[in-house]
């Protein structure tokens, strides 16, 4: 028994691009070729005949010229020399001569065959009234040239026929054919060739290009196709690499946020458990009173952290859950801002933190006003946070004709410039011990950011260490309702 394994993938030879390509380009050459050989032999063959045609018009003209000249139809006495000279002319030209009296009479026939008979030929009849022709008789490949003889005072004396063999002529045709097919027939098997060489080169780095794609899709996010030269499957293939090496980028970053999400629980839960062994195994001792309160506290304040991180992480899931969708609605910011101020105001003023609103006119866009509300509510909070008691923070709101800006400034403890690049990546805290204090968990700044994003608009912060920070968010102005996502 013979088991024959195929992949499944892989298409029949003659379905194949390859093939296709080839049969393509193999059709049209030959197709091409045929045509210009056709074209070529009717070319050659007209050419051929009206040459022919022209040629012994131009002969019979020349020796009527002769005869009328050595007076030969006029002068009984030069019979012979007329008659061994129309033998000569017609060894010489290989065709039949006639010499036709006015009356259509043969005087003379290099055949001596029909001398003295009177004959209706079209060319001679044509000839007598003043019209030499010459005429290809195709059916019999005989070339008919006629041409007249008259006097110097105009006179139609007769006429001189020339019947000449046009086989020769076909006999080059046909060779000349046959060498035309030779040759056509090597073209086509050195253009076959070429073609499917070609056709082969043009499919090849498709191959590569399908093999790295399934090696990718097995999961090796770390191979790239080698790009060559500036054609469409090197666009493809550079196409390929950057969506794999963001597909690597999102792999990557999301095993972070995997190991980051189970180090910040680990850590309060690892507290939460020596907190609880500390506290059973005192247990059997009375533990006193004070002790118990503080450490059931720090559990508290542990699972409250616990609590912020999931909180935040459902959060940012919700916002960067392309699906779930943005519940746009007419948003005024001034309002939604005004709302922001009165929530935090308690948290600036226990920090004797001076909070304005710099917000001259009502801006209104679409937005989803929740979503949004807690994102700025982000950046107002960790201006309060991050700014020492006494200080101020400000938030204005301005618009030009396409955008709105909300602007959070701080007189806070600043950011240096390297940091700024990081502070929007999820977890990231500048200060991770003075964040355990603030109770952040590095996730609000990555909401603010998705959010905004979600919303066409887009985010920056300029600040200096140690002299307070600006974030500016920049919202377009309503477009006419469409969703934004
Ligand atoms: P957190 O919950 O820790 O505040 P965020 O994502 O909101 O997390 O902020 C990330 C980090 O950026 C913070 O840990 C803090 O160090 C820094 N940061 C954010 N806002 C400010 C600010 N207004 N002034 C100074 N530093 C800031």
Redesign the pocket.
């Known amino acids: 028994m013979v088991i024959i394994y195929s992949d499944p993938e892989k298409p029949r030879w003659y379905r194949s691009l390859r093939w296709k390509l080839f049969f393509l380009y193999f059709i049209i050459s030959l197709v091409s070729l045929i045509l210009f050989s056709l074209t070529m032999g009717m070319v050659l063959k007209s050419y051929f005949e009206v040459r022919n045609e022209k040629d012994m018009l131009y002969q019979a003209n020349k020796i009527a010229g002769t005869i009328r000249a050595n007076g030969y139809l006029t002068d009984p006495g030069l019979e012979a020399k007329f008659l061994n000279d129309i033998d000569e002319k017609s060894t010489e030209l290989s065709s039949r001569i006639l010499v036709f009296d006015k009356n259509a009479k043969v005087l003379a026939d290099s055949n001596s065959s029909e001398t003295g008979k009177t004959m209706l030929i079209p060319e001679v009849a044509d000839a007598l009234e003043g019209r030499s022709s010459a005429n290809l008789r195709r059916h019999i490949g005989k070339i008919y040239a006629a041409a007249y003889i008259d006097n110097d005072s105009g006179d139609m004396l007769g006429a001189v026929l020339i019947v000449t063999g046009f086989d020769e002529v076909y006999e080059l045709l046909s060779t000349i054919s046959s060498d035309w097919l030779l040759l056509t027939i090597l073209i086509i098997i050195v253009m076959a060739v070429i073609v499917y060489v070609t056709s082969g080169h043009i499919i090849k780095p498709l191959s590569l290009l399908v093999q790295t794609i399934r090696k990718i899709t097995d999961g090796d996010l770390h191979q790239r196709f080698e790009v060559k030269g500036s054609n469409e499957i090197s666009i493809l293939g550079d196409a390929v690499n950057n969506m794999t090496a963001k597909l690597e980028d999102e792999d990557s970053a999301r095993s972070e946020f995997v190991s980051n999400v189970s180090h910040e629980l680990k850590t309060p839960l690892s507290s939460i458990k020596v907190l609880s062994e500390t506290l059973l195994l005192t247990a059997a001792e009375s533990v006193p009173a004070e002790m118990l309160k503080e450490f059931l506290q720090d559990i508290i304040s542990e699972i409250d952290r616990m609590t912020?991180i999931i909180n935040?992480l459902l959060a940012l899931v919700k916002v960067d859950n392309r699906e779930s969708g943005l519940n746009l609605g007419e948003t005024h910011l001034r309002k939604m801002l005004i709302g922001i101020m009165k929530t935090l105001y308690p948290l600036s003023n226990a920090k004797d933190i001076e909070l304005i609103l710099e917000a001259e006119k009502d801006v209104v866009i679409d937005a989803d006003e929740t979503k949004l509300s807690f994102a700025i509510s982000?950046?107002v909070?960790?201006?309060i946070?991050?700014?020492p008691e006494g200080g101020v923070v400000k938030v204005a709101l301005e618009a030009d004709h396409q955008n709105a800006y909300i602007s959070?400034i701080?007189t806070?403890?600043?950011?240096s410039e390297d940091?700024q690049s990081?502070?929007?990546?999820?977890?990231?805290?500048?200060?991770?011990t003075?964040?355990r204090e603030?109770?952040?968990?590095?996730?609000?700044?990555?909401?603010?950011h998705s959010t905004v994003r979600r919303h066409n608009g887009s985010i920056k912060?300029i600040?200096r260490e140690g002299s307070?920070?600006t974030?500016i968010v920049r919202l377009p102005l309503r477009t006419g309702g469409e969703e934004t996502v």
């Open positions: 912020n935040d982000n950046l909070d960790n201006a946070k991050y700014t959070v701080d806070g403890v600043g950011i940091e990081k502070i929007f990546n999820r977890f990231y805290r500048v200060d991770k003075r964040d603030t109770g952040g968990t590095g996730l609000g700044l990555s909401i603010t912060v600040s307070g920070a974030f």
